[in-house]
């Protein structure tokens, strides 16, 4: 999820201060509409809220930090998993010589 | 509030046996070396070989830092740990979130499971972190943009 560049953008602008799409866009390489769509995917994460303000959805993070803790932690263990499985066959190689 | 669990596999080229003795013996060799949360970087981290041993890092100096503790020791099949880092990487002895590790055969290696569960036991500390940054975790982003730059550098 926060491997991506522009998600990880998106955050960072929002972290500043809470923005509605527009503003979010305004700031960014990218379009309105892909702006939605990575807001979509930061708030089924449980990274992103939004509430309404009039007519607007203002987008803020998600103060309660879950979601980027399980996010973080979710890379972490793959990583960790693949670092492991690459020791492990460099072992059972090294064994078999 | 409940948050699903992590659920991570791969298979390796070995048996459950001499699996779950490279994950548990020689995890300071294959841990990666940036993942440490005391000052100086580790130059062994240790699993104790019981139910109720201790989870922790040490440095160069010999200074120790805990990352918890073993819930259950049951070679070569499972491996449960309790994970008592919060948040913001601290040890809290009162957190337990539990990485339970299984290794099963497969062809003539094995499959190793890895899930870490009750994630939503991070909640308050979570929650005061983010309060603490106001309203925003940068140090979280960016540290998590740092590692997977980092990673692809390797």
Not at chain 1, 4 to 19: M, N, Q
Not at chain 2, 62 to 67: H, M
Request: proline fraction near 7%; aromatic fraction near 8%; glycine fraction near 10%.
């Amino acid at each position: 999820m926060l491997a991506d560049p522009t998600r990880r953008a998106i955050l960072e602008r929002i972290g500043r201060a809470p923005a509605a799409v527009g503003e979010i866009a305004s700031g960014l390489p990218v379009s309105r509409p892909a702006v939605s769509q990575h807001l979509k995917l930061l708030k089924e994460a449980g990274l992103v809220t939004e509430t309404a303000s009039g007519t607007r959805r203002i987008y803020r993070i998600d103060p309660r930090g879950l979601g980027a803790m399980r996010d973080w932690l979710d890379q972490f263990w793959q990583n960790s998993l693949d670092n492991f499985a690459a020791y492990a066959d460099a072992q059972a190689k090294g064994e078999k010589q | 509030m409940t948050i699903a669990p992590i659920v991570k596999s791969v298979t390796v080229a070995v048996p459950p046996e001499r699996a779950f003795a490279l994950f548990t013996g020689d995890i300071g060799r294959w841990w990666a070396p940036n993942m440490h949360i005391a000052p100086e970087p580790f130059t062994e981290v240790v699993i104790e070989p019981q139910a109720g041993g201790r989870w922790f890092e040490r440095d160069a100096a010999g200074a120790e830092c805990d990352w918890g503790k073993v819930l259950a020791w049951e070679p070569p099949g499972r491996l449960l740990l309790a994970w008592q880092l919060d948040a913001g990487f601290a040890l809290d002895p009162d957190l337990i979130t539990e990485v339970e590790v299984t290794f099963e055969p497969e062809g003539t290696g094995s499959r190793v499971t890895l899930t870490h569960r009750h994630l939503e036991r991070f909640g308050p500390s979570a929650e005061r972190i983010a309060g603490q940054l106001a309203g925003g975790w940068p140090g979280l982003v960016e540290r998590f943009a740092t590692y997977v730059q980092e990673e692809k550098d390797q």
